[in-house]
């Protein structure tokens, strides 16, 4: 008789995964375990070994996904406005998820919403210096507050992620094809005509 070998790694990733597609599409309230395991070919009792409840299972989607936040905030070009902003849009494929999750975070118990505020919280802070410094080199730094600058940002570039239908119903686009991009990129364009203090020399 063949012995099974166990790969928690592989285990964890499949029912992340699933979790993952589960979450998104029904929010944390319509999510179900059972479908959960079903989609990821797993053994429910799993499911609560690695992550303990449903709790803890939408805690640990949603850190995965700030990481992917993070790679994204990392890269952010620090010197033109219109850069900054394209930037977000152009890496959608890294970002829809955590966005559409956010809708749920408040469903979280306390512990675990505090624990993703903090890591969220660095990478705002991170972005807004980035914000504070471009708004310095434009001489608007007196005019506007970089944490309402960025939150405006935040606004503009993940809303048809979180509405797609929505964004369909206006532009007749899905938010992730080429051509809503490509009419996306010229609206910011218009938005952003402001040039970095580098580029005016």
Known sequence: MTKVTRNPQETQQKILESALQEFTQHGYHGARIDRIVKNAGVNKRMVYHYFNDKDGLFTAVMKTELGNIQKVTETEPTDDFF????????????????FRLLLSVDSLEKGNAKALEKEQEQGFNFSKQIYSNLLDKEGLSNDVDPAYFLLAM???????????????????EDYDSAEFHKEYERVIRVLFPLKSSQNKE
């Open 83 to 98: 850069e900054l902003t394209n930037h977000w849009l152009k890496n959608i494929d890294h970002t829809k998820d955590y």
């Open 154 to 172: 935040i606004s503009l570039t993940s809303l048809p992620m979180i509405l797609p239908k929505m964004s369909k119903m206006i532009t007749g």
